[in-house]
């Protein structure tokens, strides 16, 4: 378009106006054209009013009316001189326009260093102000270049835009900010998340008080609705901010700033039990074991299958973490099956040690035998002829005794707790192997049995039952016969194995024996082999 027609246009003024009406006209617009508000706008105000007073001040020369007709008609000797052809002068909007009409992204400088060789850098610079506040994302690089280079959004920038178009960019790029710490903290990369974080908070346009502060709670916010950071993420920002002091002013509510430390805390102990989970992955011990537990999770196929090889030493473990949580966070169990930090309790059961239906049976039956045993040679031959009803009556005893312990062990689970907690203290104390033994639903039957040796074979028959389960409490376990399929076309190792005592408590057994023999046929009715 004409740059004649359009200074008229802008002046909203006819072609060939006087100069008087260009400047009431200038005036006018000044009222609603103001330099500060819109620089860009006054810029093509001013350059129109300058070209339009030229052109009113040339026609006022060239076309002088009837009088400068007649006047030159008058003196036709006297040659008018040619007019003199002036160059058109462009204005600096025109120039930039030009300029930025093939603006590259990529050529920022090279851009600039034209700008500056015009002398139009001012209103360029507006411009790729403009451009940034309209699409900031297709200008990534003049984004950058106006962020570092011109201090854009500071004090210090050069250029003075409306405070709309300053807001509306300070808007953006939080919102583009926000986006990319949003995406890397989705994907767990925290060390890009961090890098972000720290590269952008040096940059000046976040030194507005309410920028930054949008910021902090933009970041809040991600860790709200993020479950997948750690604590040295949460740790690092804290320390950014200045929010790892107790006086610190967080921008949320206490009842969130509370949620997130509590996370953080849940995050940094089970960071602490998979630390020694892995250690016991390498190296198995009980507290790694009971952190494998903990983080088992709720189904009870997988945490039963996980504490049947429990022994004390993992039991105690578990208990000295359910302390730990308890003492660390004792408003918040939800983790754990049914909201209980001592969930284990419940797994460990009730276990019944092995063989004591056979042990029983052959404890009753050598009993009866020499309970048998007179001080009469011909005894010992109608011994050995009764040996078949002594060992028949041994098995009746013993399945009596086991249909009586089926009530009994009913009855016990009115105090099943008590039980649990006095068996756990035993096995605290090394009296039993594992708190699985219930002491006091085991140990009444064991009393009444030896209470029955000594009614039958007196204080060498309780001494005998009490020092051969000593030597089975105190023996190492290789001592104990391997538990597998025995065969009876060996008695003897038929009898060993599926009694489960060690060749040591054989030999004890037998060994006794023979002293209560000798006792009872040397020695008649004496306490020793006669109960009262």
């Known amino acids: 378009m004409d740059t004649t027609l359009d200074c008229w246009k802008i002046l909203d003024l006819p072609a060939r106006s006087d100069e008087r009406s260009v400047k009431r006209q200038y005036a006018k617009l000044l009222k609603v054209t103001r330099p500060d508000e819109d620089p860009v706008a006054f810029q093509q105000l001013r350059e129109a009013y ?54 590259d992204d990529a050529a920022v400088d090279q851009c600039w260093n034209e700008a500056i060789a015009r002398g139009i850098e001012a209103t360029v610079e ?24 011109r201090q854009w959004l500071t004090p210090w920038q050069q250029v003075r835009p409306r405070d709309a178009d300053q807001q509306r960019l300070g808007h953006l790029l939080s919102m583009g900010l926000y986006r990319r710490l949003e995406q890397y903290m989705a994907a767990g990369e925290e060390t890009r998340f961090i ?15 309410a920028r930054r502060q949008t910021l902090h709670v933009q970041v809040l916010d991600l860790f709200l609705e993020h479950k997948n950071w750690s604590p040295a993420l949460f740790q690092r920002v804290l320390q950014m901010f200045g929010w790892d002091t107790e006086a610190a002013a967080v921008p949320i509510v206490d009842e969130q700033w509370h949620t997130l430390l509590a996370r953080n805390e849940e995050k940094k102990w089970l960071d602490e039990l998979r630390a020694l989970v892995r250690e016991g992955e390498q190296h198995p011990n009980p507290r790694g074991n009971a952190a494998a537990l903990f983080l ?13 090889t429990f022994t004390e030493a993992d039991w105690q473990a578990c208990e000295q973490l359910s302390e730990a949580f308890t003492l660390r966070f004792p408003d918040w169990p ?24 056979q042990r029983a049976g052959i404890v009753l039956t050598i009993a009866l035998a ?23 009556a041994g098995i009746v005893l013993t399945y009596v005794g086991k249909k009586l312990y089926e009530p009994w062990v009913r009855f016990t689970e009115s105090f099943y707790d008590e039980d649990q907690r006095f068996s756990a203290w035993c096995a605290r104390q090394t009296l039993t192997r594992n708190r ?5 639903r085991n140990g009444v039957p064991v009393l009444a049995l030896a209470f029955l040796l000594w009614k039958w074979l007196g204080l060498l028959g309780v001494a005998t039952y009490v020092i051969t389960g000593l030597i089975g409490r105190l023996q190492p376990k290789s001592a104990v016969p391997v538990d597998r399929q025995y065969r009876w076309r060996k008695p003897l190792q038929a009898i060993y194995r599926i009694a489960g005592l ?23 009715d004496t306490v020793l082999t006669r109960g009262t």
């Open 436 to 440: 699985r033994y219930l002491v006091i």
């Open 195 to 209: 890098g972000c974080l720290e590269h952008h908070s040096r940059q000046g346009w976040l030194g507005d008080l």
């Open 126 to 149: 507006a411009l790729l102000f403009v451009r940034c506040v309209q699409a900031p994302d297709a200008h990534s690089n003049l984004l950058h270049w106006g962020l570092e280079t």
């Open 50 to 103: 300058e070209r339009a007073l030229h052109l009113a001040r040339e026609g006022d020369d060239g076309v002088g009316g009837d009088a400068s007709f007649v006047q030159a008609s008058a003196a036709p000797l006297v040659q008018r001189p040619a007019p003199v052809t002036r160059p058109v002068v462009r204005s600096a909007q025109e120039q930039a326009a030009e300029l930025l009409d093939t603006f």
């Open 296 to 308: 088992t999770g709720s189904s009870a196929e997988r945490l039963q299958a996980r504490v049947a």
């Open 370 to 392: 020499l309970k048998c045993i007179l001080p009469v040679p011909a005894a010992l031959l109608l011994l050995a002829v009764l040996s078949p009803l002594i060992l028949m």
């Open 502 to 524: 060690s060749r040591l408590q054989w030999l004890f057994c037998i060994v006794m024996v023979g002293v209560i023999v000798y006792v009872q046929l040397d020695m008649p």
């Open 334 to 357: 939800r983790r754990f099956p049914d909201h209980n930090p001592w969930f284990w309790k419940a797994l460990v059961g009730p276990e019944s040690p092995p063989h004591v239906t």
